[in-house]
């Protein structure tokens, strides 16, 4: 059984920086185009896991302990913020019945 | 440190004091919690301690901005006396929610290392998330709860994004080694396209929380949908915080960069200037105006930023204490205005000079004081600024700051015109004794700002 690290290296750095580019920028179209809010939220997240991705890949790369650290406090920062946002969207449910943002035109120049 | 520590133990006893069936303590407490805080903050003035292996620094950069963030919230306090009338049951929450907030702000002032930067701004930006959508049952409010929480946690996942990518450039998190390894190949890491990303992306998300333009859009809204006690201290201390720590993150880990940095930013500043003042002068609602206001004072700031020198510390956090003083004067005094006219456009200060000559006259002293007028603390704070700018040789830039902040004077005359020339249109306003007290202070520390910058030009 190899140690994770090297299992991470076995793949060349470049395709996980590829991969988690991709994956954030799903991310970053899917909060552009979606009109609900749970899924932008949940593309939010999926830009947050291209992150934690990629810190680990170059965590282990450079064998630094201190990327892998770093994963533990955006998932943690994560778990706050979805839950604020859950509230918030609940929030809006019990008001409006949807949580379709383009209901939400209350405010607009 | 301290600051840290005290703030996080009163926002807990703070909670428990809500378990009290009247809330009258709560304010006078938070009040008097502040004022600890922000003497224990000043005890650590002149020495420099680093905590937790080198990831947070207080030294006298953090002790200023924390100073200034602690005392825009005590002048806040007395406005919420409303909360405690209606007898509101989220006060204690409220306010404790408040306090942590700002131990978030204290955290992006202190930062030596990205994680705390990150850890940071999410404390405040979550917290701010919640007082957004604070009045659960008015659907304005939820709107700007859920745009503010949407945008800010997508401006959040660009800025790791950043973040990692510099973290693959440099191999580290701690900003002096960023700096060293950005400038130690000789130029050689700094054209590498992995790092170069890594700072458009962290510029990226800071602008998002400093509403910077272009990615200002959601200010507007947030800023209107809030209710009026929490948006100005969003457009306050978030402001002051995330300036000081942009400037610190700039001058500490991309000093070597400036080359690289220098054309985006002057771009962002601007079309900042252009976006915020234009847009508040096409307002009628004086609280979306003072929206398209904070972008545009997010601009002059990032003039200071540009300068880049040694001065620009110093005209940051000039700046920052006068324009935050001067918003929470304009947004204290829009809140004790529109709870009772409910109407918040420039209509509803008709005739305040006539109804109440106190709100009229601290008024007239903020607005002048953001317009940048002679003998108040803004004119110095842009006296300031462009004077670090003039060193750099930004001329152009100046003119176009000038420019725009003529039409600042427009926009920030109208409510004046308003108060004054306007017949009343309604009953004189009803002022508590703290308020009126906390808003000559305000007014006081305005001019004495303007009369004797000495007194603070000089502090850093």
């Known amino acids: 059984m190899n140690e994770i690290p090297e299992v991470i290296r076995t793949i060349p750095l470049q395709y996980y920086l590829f991969f988690s580019s991709t994956l954030f920028v799903i991310g970053i179209i899917g909060v552009l185009t979606r009109r609900n809010a749970i899924v932008i939220f949940m593309c939010i997240e999926l830009m947050l896991n291209a992150v934690n991705l990629l810190l680990t890949a170059f965590s282990a790369y450079r064998s630094d302990a201190n990327g892998q650290v770093f994963v533990f406090f955006i998932m943690a920062v994560a778990a706050a913020e979805v839950c604020v946002g859950l509230a918030i969207i609940v929030m809006i449910y019990r008001n409006l019945r949807s949580t379709d943002i383009n209901i939400l035109s209350n405010l607009k120049w | 440190m301290n600051s840290i520590i005290l703030l996080t133990s009163f926002g807990i006893l703070n909670l428990f004091v809500g378990f009290r069936k009247s809330n009258k303590l709560i304010l006078p407490l938070v009040f008097l919690f502040l004022l600890i805080v922000l003497a224990v903050n000043f005890y650590d003035w002149g020495n420099t301690t680093t905590y937790f292996e080198r990831m947070l620094t207080i030294d006298n950069y953090a002790v200023a901005f924390t100073g200034v963030v602690v005392l825009t919230t005590i002048l806040l306090i007395p406005f919420a006396k409303r909360y405690v009338d209606e007898k509101n049951e989220s006060l204690a929450e409220f306010f404790s929610i408040l306090l942590f907030s700002l131990v978030g702000a204290i955290m992006m002032v202190a930062y030596e290392n990205l994680i705390m930067l990150f850890v940071g701004i999410e404390i405040l930006s979550i917290s701010m998330y919640v007082l957004a959508g604070s009045d659960k049952k008015n659907l304005r409010s939820n709107e700007a709860g859920l745009k503010y929480f949407l945008m800010g946690s997508f401006a959040t996942g660009i800025l790791l994004f950043g973040i990692v990518l510099i973290y693959g450039a440099t191999g580290a998190f701690q900003i002096t080694e960023i700096s060293a390894a950005a400038t130690a190949g000789s130029g050689d890491a700094l054209t590498s396209p992995l790092l170069a990303m890594g700072l458009l992306f962290t510029l990226i998300g800071i602008s998002f929380k400093v509403s910077a333009a272009p990615f200002h859009f959601w200010t507007p809204d ?133 109804t109440n000559p106190l709100l009229a006259a601290v008024m007239t002293i903020a607005m002048c004081s953001l317009a940048g007028i002679p003998l108040t603390g803004g004119f110095f704070g842009k006296l300031f600024i462009f004077s670090a700018a003039l060193e750099q040789n930004l001329l152009w830039l100046i003119i176009v700051a000038i420019l725009m902040s003529m039409v600042g004077i427009y926009y920030y005359f109208r409510v004046v015109i308003a108060m004054y020339m306007r017949e009343p249109s309604g009953e004189r306003v009803v002022v508590g004794s703290s308020a009126s007290f906390a808003l000559i202070f305000m007014a006081i520390l305005t001019i004495v700002m303007g009369v004797l910058p000495g007194l603070m030009s000089n502090l850093l």
């Open chain 2, 222 to 354: 947030v800023y209107e949908g809030t209710p009026t006690l929490f948006t100005a201290f969003m457009s306050t201390v978030v402001k002051t915080a995330g300036f000081a720590g942009f400037y610190k993150l700039m001058s500490v880990s991309f000093a070597g960069a400036y080359d690289i940095w220098f054309p985006t930013l002057v771009a962002m500043t601007v079309i900042t200037l252009g976006i915020g003042n234009i847009g508040a002068a096409a307002q009628n609602s004086f609280k979306r105006m003072m929206a398209y206001s904070s972008i545009s004072h997010a601009g002059y700031l990032m003039i200071a930023l540009l300068a880049f020198n040694d001065r620009s510390e110093n005209a940051i956090f000039f700046y920052s204490l006068a324009y935050s003083v001067a918003t929470i004067a304009a947004f204290g005094i829009l809140k004790l205005v529109s709870d009772q006219r409910d109407d918040i456009s420039y209509n509803a200060f008709n005739g305040l000079g006539r």
